[in-house]
């Protein structure tokens, strides 16, 4: 059974620039969340996805966007990339959005960081 | 709005103490509540989750309990070690629907002494 992971792990982007992180989720689960991660802060929810719609939105600005594909792995993008974007990056998987037994399965992150 | 707190921020034991972590939440309407461990830049490793319908999970030295009248849990670690030293998140999982989404606190940073 394969855990969650992430690509890239490092990225370094300017301002205005657009980005896509790419996520691949555990083996058996169907949704995939995105979270963002400031320095010193838990955790904030930006969206979730299961079965390819997105069904479920945290209070982020539409540059904010994502994806899923039949194999269940996802992207998130973000455009008009600003300062306050710097962050980490987790991605979460899990079965009926993690209201079973397992809960959630996150992968190591992405840390973004724009100049 | 759910709210998640958690209570110390910031903990620092000898080794061999046991110790107890809060995490309390506003709405009792919750799914599960799941507890992570997270070491400096990395990502998250699931330590427990505990369903509504349970009071208490244990994995080897931890236990996390549930009280979801009163809107808390806690965590509770035993001869704690240096290698315990890490943050640790407390998140409920609450929503509608399909879509289940994880609140976090702001977490409980660990250092154990050796």
């Known amino acids: 059974e394969t855990g969650v992971t992430q690509s890239p792990t490092h990225l370094i982007k300017t301002r205005g620039q657009q980005v896509t992180l790419r996520c691949s989720s555990q083996?058996?689960?169907?949704?995939v969340s995105w979270y963002q991660q400031a320095l010193g802060q838990g955790p904030q929810f930006i969206f979730q996805?299961?079965?390819?719609?997105?069904?479920g939105r945290g209070n982020f600005p539409p540059r904010f966007s994502g994806l899923q594909f039949p194999n269940y792995s996802s992207e998130l993008n973000v455009n008009a990339l600003e300062l306050d974007d710097s962050a980490l990056y987790l991605c979460?998987?899990?079965?009926?959005?993690?209201?079973?037994?397992?809960?959630?399965?996150f992968g190591s992150g992405t840390r973004l960081t724009v100049v | 709005k759910q709210e998640v707190t958690q209570i110390p921020a910031a903990l620092s034991v000898p080794e061999g103490e046991n110790l107890v972590l809060n995490c309390s939440f506003t709405?009792?309407?919750?799914?599960?509540l799941q507890w992570f461990r997270q070491d400096p830049g990395k990502g998250l490793t699931s330590l427990l989750l505990?369903?509504?319908?349970?009071r208490e999970q244990t994995s080897g030295r931890l236990n996390a309990s549930l009280d979801k009248s009163s809107g808390r849990s806690t965590l509770y670690i035993a001869a704690s070690q240096p290698g315990d030293s890490a943050t640790y998140l407390c998140?409920?999982?609450?929503?509608?629907?399909?879509?289940?989404?994880?609140?976090f606190g702001q977490g409980t940073t660990l250092q154990v002494k050796p």
């Open positions: 979460a998987s899990s079965l009926a959005g993690g209201r079973v037994r397992d809960g959630y399965t």
């Open positions: 083996s058996g689960h169907n949704t």
């Open positions: 996805y299961y079965r390819e719609e997105e069904n």
């Open positions: 709405d009792s309407a919750i799914y599960n």
């Open positions: 505990i369903q509504s319908s349970q």
């Open positions: 998140a409920v999982i609450s929503g509608s629907g399909n879509t289940g989404k994880l609140i």
